[in-house]
T-cell receptor, first 110, second 109 residues
């Protein structure tokens, strides 16, 4: 199906473990983004990418790593998960002007 | 960086009522978008509107860039309009967006 998908939709992990959240889009959009949504903070940008192999930090990048070897994929890795990274993570991509969001991944770090 | 403020933070309407949501931004922007987050968490783009006025059914939006604000109008509200409305703005060519804290809307039948 066309669009932007995220996997897994729900994830429970433990402190210190590595976790990778996947994002895939079928539109061949150049720009892709990762946000986290927390109560009281709204949506905050973690990392973004202008094209394959081009990534840059957003507002809250600490503790996260991204890569983009293919235009359609933009995985987000928590190298050593902490409880403060419990959140809902949204991936997005931008076409001509409009930003489109994936369904989100709810991550709980115990 | 850009600051984005939305008002009111919460709004309760009776079905059929009209409402206006406001978004103020602190700097000149070249990107202004409105989103609706439904009760299931999905974020849907409503408008890309860095300036001017657009309408889509019962929803319309106006951005006055020179005065640094945008308004989202909802007419004849329905229970399905419930959720959180976010305004987001950006000012460079990277399409990065800074989000406001949202307006939580509840439409009662």
């Amino acid at each position: 199906d066309a669009g932007i998908t995220q996997s897994p939709r729900y994830k429970i992990t433990e402190t210190g473990r590595q976790v990778t959240l996947m994002c895939h889009q079928t539109w061949s959009h150049s720009y892709m983004f990762w946000y986290r949504q927390d109560l009281g903070h709204g949506l905050r940008l973690i990392y973004y990418s202008a094209a394959a192999d081009i990534t840059d930090k957003g507002e809250v990048p600490d503790g996260y790593v991204v890569s983009r070897s293919k235009t359609e994929n933009f995985p987000l890795t928590l190298e050593s998960a902490t409880r403060s990274q419990t959140s809902v993570y949204f991936c997005a991509s931008t076409g001509v002007d409009t930003q489109y969001f994936g369904p989100g991944t709810r991550l709980t770090v115990l | 960086g850009i600051q984005v403020e939305q008002s009111p933070p919460d709004l309760i309407l009776q079905e059929g009522a009209n409402s206006t949501l406001r978004c103020n931004f602190s700097d000149s922007v070249n990107n202004l978008q409105w989103f609706h987050q439904n009760p299931w968490g999905q974020l849907i783009n409503l408008f890309y509107i860095p300036s001017g006025t657009k309408q889509n059914g019962r929803l319309s939006a106006t951005t006055v860039a020179t005065e640094r604000y945008s308004l989202l109008y909802i007419s004849s509200s329905q229970t399905t309009d419930s959720g959180v409305y976010f305004c987001a703005s950006g000012m460079d060519s990277s399409y990065k967006l800074i989000f406001g804290s949202g307006t939580r809307l509840l439409v009662r039948p």
